[in-house]
C-alpha cells in the first residue's frame, strides 16, 4: 500500500461508489468511505497537529508504534491503515480465485483454497464486536487472524496480505445482521492481483 504523511487526506476510491454493486451497495461504500474514512483522517490529523514529533513519520509507522503513540493517535492511524487497505483491495468484476505464488502458498500452508476459504469466513465470523480478519504472512508464511477496532497485523511484526472489515457499518444497510452473506458477497470482489504483491512485495 502507497504510505504517506501527515496532513493526510482522504484520496478518492479507485472506482466509483456504485462499482462493488450487487455485493456492496453504493450507499455503504459512499458512507463508508466518506463518512467513516474521513473521520479517522480529521481525528488522526488532529491528533497529530498536537504532537509535532510524530508528524515526519510515516502512516505504516504511526501504525506500527500502536499504544506506544497514545491512544488518539494507535486508533485513527489504525482506522486509516486498515480502511485503505479494505478499499484497495476491492475489484468487480474479479477473478474469483487467486493465481501464481499467493495461489501457491495458500494451498501449501492452508491445504487447498477451498480450506483457505472455510478457515478464513470462520474467523471473519468470530470477531466479537468490530474489527476485521486478515490474512498475513511472516517469514514467507500465511496466516490467518482477526484484530479488534483498528489493531493490525503490523503490531504483531506481519506482512498484511488481504482484509475483511466486519464493522457492522460496512454492510450493515444491505446485509443487516447476516454478517455471513456480507462475507460471501465479499469474497466475489476480492483483487487477488493486489493481494499477490502485498504477500511478494
Ligand atoms: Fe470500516
Known amino acids: ?12 476510491l479507485p472506482y466509483g461508489y456504485g462499482a462493488m454493486e450487487p455485493y456492496i451497495d453504493e450507499k455503504t461504500m459512499r458512507v463508508h468511505h466518506d463518512g467513516h474514512l474521513e473521520a479517522y483522517i480529521s481525528k488522526l490529523n488532529a491528533a497529530l497537529k498536537e504532537r509535532p514529533g510524530l508528524q515526519m513519520l510515516p502512516l505504516a509507522a504511526l501504525v506500527r508504534g500502536g499504544a506506544l503513540l497514545g491512544e488518539e493517535v494507535a486508533r485513527n492511524a489504525g482506522g486509516v491503515y486498515n ?11 474479479a477473478d474469483r480465485e487467486p493465481h501464481g505464488a499467493l495461489r501457491k502458498a495458500i494451498e501449501r500452508d492452508f491445504g487447498g483454497f477451498a480450506q ?10 468470530s470477531v466479537f464486536g468490530s474489527g476485521y480478519a486478515w490474512l498475513a504472512a511472516e517469514r514467507g508464511r500465511l496466516a490467518i487472524l482477526t484484530t479488534g477496532n483498528q489493531d493490525t497485523p503490523l503490531q504483531r511484526g506481519m506482512k498484511p496480505v488481504l482484509n475483511v472489515d466486519v464493522w457492522e ?3 450493515y444497510l444491505k446485509h443487516q445482521y447476516r454478517r455471513a452473506d456480507y462475507i460471501e ?6 483483487n487477488w492481483p493486489r493481494a499477490e504483491s502485498n504477500f511478494l512485495g
Open 116 to 125: 483457505f476459504r472455510e478457515e478464513f469466513k470462520k474467523a471473519a465470523l
Open 1 to 12: 500500500m502507497r504510505d504517506d504523511y501527515y496532513p493526510f487526506v482522504n484520496l478518492p
Open 83 to 93: 480502511h485503505r487497505f479494505y478499499f484497495e483491495l476491492l475489484q468487480n468484476p
Open 185 to 190: 458477497d465479499w469474497f466475489k470482489i476480492i
Open 169 to 171: 457499518h460496512a454492510y
